[in-house]
């Protein structure tokens, strides 16, 4: 069979037999990473081959492979059905946003409410902060757009910044420029995970949830 001429991209070059990057920097994809709701649905696994996973009744939490020689990661201290409780936000209107603080790893669950019922539709959204203090923690969303259901089998969104470094994940759902019809409040939970090892003392971490930012 004859190749065919090769074709430019821009930043690489794609031959006609393989399917790597000649030149340019590498792939890395963007941190926060949207999967597919339907994964939690069907059962599917929540982790592929490159990554590590924490059994947490059900749940598989995916986490960053801090290589080999690594130590396990400190396991979450709760799971995703009996996470702690911090409230409720407005997805759609002011509301006051919602703090948590914690020490090591843990699942923490918060309702987003609907509120504007009119013609205009509004999206739902809802912005999480995580900030970390003496430990790399890696933050994890797990919500089911489409259904009024908890959603644990798969994470939603995720951000895994390496380093003592703040993380950010922003979520938005429901309506667009017209109303749907439907309530679209949702119970979103959030997964504090320890990028690697145990979590060292004095660990601390905070949380705030801002909804219609």
């Given at each position: ?133 003496g430990h790399d923690f890696d933050l994890y969303a797990f919500l089911d757009p489409g259904r009024d259901e908890l959603a644990c089998g798969s994470p939603h969104a995720r951000a895994e910044t390496n380093g003592n470094t703040a993380e ?46």
């Amino acid at each position: 069979m004859r190749c065919a001429a090769p074709i430019v991209l821009v930043g690489a070059l794609a031959g006609c037999d393989g399917g790597e990057l000649l030149q340019g920097e590498p792939y890395a994809p963007f941190k926060n990473l949207p999967i597919d709701p339907a994964s939690v649905r069907d059962g599917a696994p929540a982790c592929g081959e490159d990554a590590r996973c924490e059994e947490d009744g059900g749940t598989s939490l995916p986490l960053r492979d801090a290589g080999p020689d690594a130590d396990p990661p400190a396991a979450p201290t709760n799971t995703c059905t009996t996470a702690r409780d911090l409230g409720t936000v407005a997805g759609d209107a002011p509301s006051t946003p919602l703090v948590a603080e914690g020490t090591c790893a843990e699942y923490v669950r918060v309702r987003v409410t609907e509120q504007d019922n009119g013609a205009l539709g509004r999206a739902m959204r809802v912005r999480v902060g995580l900030s970390p203090a003496g430990h790399d923690f890696d933050l994890y969303a797990f919500l089911d757009p489409g259904r009024d259901e908890l959603a644990c089998g798969s994470p939603h969104a995720r951000a895994e910044t390496n380093g003592n470094t703040a993380e950010t994940i922003s979520l938005s759902w429901g309506e667009g420029s017209i109303a749907n019809g439907n309530d679209d409040s949702r119970t979103l939970v959030l997964a504090v995970a320890s990028a690697s090892g145990p979590c060292p003392p004095g660990a601390t971490w905070n949380l705030t949830i801002t909804g219609n930012p």
